[in-house]
């Protein structure tokens, strides 16, 4: 028996409303770009829309006019997504709030979980959307998702309850140093002011 490994994510598809609310949503709040339109092919009365969501990778959504809003906040059975994270840079992040404000689009506020700051607001149809923001920057040639494997090492071998900022630079460090060499036999912290 061998594992099917993945190598990232495809496309996210979600079952939508009407077209133009899809379109306004997720091109006109989230400036995803629409990318693509044909009919669902396993169900004619359904349009299949495409969106960028800013990486290449792709958001769809199966329209049908004769949708509307059915919840609240999308169920959280067992089974169902309870979210939906999308990646924004610090300084449209910093823009969230007013943005979400000028459209009266009600939200959580800023959430400082760490690793990152985030900001939930529902869509029209009621499901939860995230904006996250990263709080670090990895190393060049490694990953978001590497620096947190290392933070998580540092963070449960300090036996502190969740990752922050201390484990996150320190987590950098560690793979600087293991990725890049030095002429130095010692690379330990110095200070070379108190001589």
Not at 67 to 94: F, I, K, N, S
Not at 149 to 155: C, T, V, Y
Request: charged share 25%.
């Amino acid at each position: 028996m061998k594992k099917i490994q993945t190598l990232g994510v495809h496309h996210i598809t979600l079952t939508g409303a009407d077209r133009q609310t899809t379109i306004d949503f997720w091109e006109g709040v989230l400036g995803m770009p629409f990318i693509f339109d044909q009919p669902n092919l396993d169900d004619p009365d359904e349009g299949h829309l495409y969106f960028d969501p800013g990486d290449g990778r792709l958001i769809t959504v199966f329209t049908n006019e004769k949708r509307g809003r059915v919840h609240d906040r999308t169920p959280m059975d067992p089974g169902c997504v309870h979210h939906l994270a999308l990646e924004v840079d610090q300084a449209t992040h910093e823009q969230v709030l007013d943005r979400l404000a000028e459209r009266g689009i009600p939200n959580s506020g800023v959430k400082d979980r760490g690793f990152m700051h985030s900001i939930y607001f529902k869509d029209p149809l009621g499901f939860l959307i995230e904006l996250a923001c990263y709080t670090f920057i990895p190393p060049r040639g490694s990953s978001h998702a590497e620096v947190m494997m290392e933070a998580h090492k540092i963070r449960v071998q300090r036996g502190d309850k969740a990752i922050g900022r201390t484990h996150l630079a320190d987590a950098v460090l560690r793979i600087v140093q293991r990725g890049q060499a030095s002429l130095s036999e010692d690379r330990g912290a110095r200070n070379p002011y108190d001589r």
